[in-house]
DNA sequence: CATGAATGAGCCTTCATTCAT
DNA sequence: TATGAATGAAGGCTCATTCAT
């Protein structure tokens, strides 16, 4: 049910998405909705948070296998890449939702971005870079999503060869 | 007068936004903003083109300069990073409109956004390093604005090293 | 619903009725209109459709029986000025419609105009009478609902002078 | 200026005819419409009355000519088709005008309306007939106007056939 | 539990009308 | 005098949200 949700947010976006559209995706009424979900709002964060979650935990547990720092980043970033091919929706409604840095649901979101925040944080030693390799690992994940002409490995190695670049990258000058 | 629009739009995004607000806080009356620019969409564009056009223009006459590479390239981030600090409405904007690249305003802004990642690929010689360096100077930019701890040219420094890190990096691996 | 429809737009003509005030009329809510309508003017059509076919039947109703043409037709005469005399707003937004030929409902209203001039086309056999004929009754139906001086039966007793006037009189020469 | 106004209204209609389209096609501006005419009613009311008076003082021409009734009427229904055949936005509008009988304008405009009125009851010596007989004089121009496949005398005779029809015909029997 | 039916509130847009020049 | 610029007021339409069944 989120799932028609997702599709219809990712879509349309927050507002052109309708309940009524969503209800009927969804196949069911309305009031269910509400009884759901409270709210629009609430529907929207709870698919929201439910994306980060799974996004979240694909990366986990890719990178928390025992392997040198940087098998595990490259782990990562391919369950990163993994996730967002698969589940485009989701990917798309999270990616934009990282960007609308000051909205209304900023409170009830941030946590997410604050997680992957801080374990890029931890990772690279370097609040700045961590921001800008996030950054740069969503761009070119979107970009990638839309002229898919590369393969997963080929763009992984992009973020790889930045994480390098990182003052204190992970694996000092492990070739990989 | 498009000031006002843009600090709503930045602020409340494009749909919260209404043109009786807008009108209000530009401190004229509403139809005059259908007189000038038809309706709430073409005000919307007008605000982006703009704010691209601005954008664009600063970063040209950094980069324009007789320089080596490295260095224009340094002169270009400063020049972004400049306008993203003095002009934060439309920097908010821009980096929103940006994102949401399937909208019904693809058609009408995908020059700048083309334009940008032309600029880049050029330089940089690598469509994807160039799409992953834009992601990176974007939510760097981003972070920096809502937590400014650090100064302009530390954040240049980082996004200059991740250039560095290109398959052909602007300068060949001239030291800066 | 649609009687406070006709009433307004009889009273205001279609421009100065304003949903808000139909919707009041009616005792339900304008997104109620909307959703059974689709639009003002979706309303506005379904009001002259139901009135024409009301009249329409009436008319047949009232001709189909068995009898000579001349009695025929002025039992037509009458379930005419019957219907004008009972659904007034039904009647009035009838003939108003009737003479805007070139608006944009043309199209889906002219069907009622053609079935009526085409029945008295057939009756005189005589175009430019039958359309002088419908005139006259429309012209005679309004002054006498804004003037009930007389009984209905003196009213059809002019128009049926008017009918023997025709080139090919209904019921040749009958006296009645 | 006039001329403008009455096109406008005649293509389309009270209320969908614009004061700036208005102001436009009479190469003049706004505010001069306002000077001279007050309002948008006062435009059009001053439209309708110099149309009226128009039409009237052509009927009355042809009528007055010294001769038996049948031929004055014979006149006067050819300087009719005339007017309507010469001016067309004028008779659009008068036609219009003569049946929204309730409307705003009434009051100021019922005179037109009542002088024809008033001069067809004189000539009959019946008032229902003259209204009837009105009616089909419009109805009969109108459908002859969009349709026009006959000589104007063609259309004048089948009045004349109704005129002989009524209770005291105009010039008693005599044929024309 | 599930829903069809209903609505309050608000938004974009337009237009007759008027100042200030 | 004539006008470009400006606006108050209102209308059509939509949508998140809720009863009554």
Redesign the pocket.
């Known amino acids: 049910m989120l799932e028609a949700a997702g599709q219809a947010f990712a879509t349309h976006g927050f507002?052109?998405?309708?309940?009524?559209?969503i209800?009927e995706a969804a196949?069911?009424?309305?009031?269910?909705?509400?009884?759901y979900f409270?709210?629009?709002?609430?529907?929207y964060v709870a698919y929201v948070e439910r994306s980060g979650r799974a996004l979240l935990k694909d990366m986990r547990e890719a990178e928390s296998r025992n392997a040198p720092a940087a098998q595990r980043l490259h782990a990562g970033i391919l369950a990163f890449l993994t996730y967002a091919e698969e589940h485009s929706s989701g990917w798309t409604v999270l990616h934009r939702e990282t960007l609308a840095q000051g909205g209304k649901l900023a409170a009830e979101l941030s946590e997410l971005r604050e997680r992957i925040a801080d374990m890029l944080t931890t990772l690279f030693d370097d609040e700045a870079f961590a921001h800008a390799f996030a950054g740069a690992g969503e761009s070119l994940a979107s970009w990638w999503l839309a002229h898919p002409r590369q393969p997963k490995e080929q763009i992984a190695k992009v973020l790889m060869h930045i994480a390098q670049s990182a003052p204190t990258p992970p694996d000092g000058g492990a070739r990989h």
């Open positions: 507002h052109e998405a309708s309940m009524d559209a209800a196949g069911i009424s309305k009031p269910m909705l509400y009884n409270g709210s629009k709002q609430g529907l």
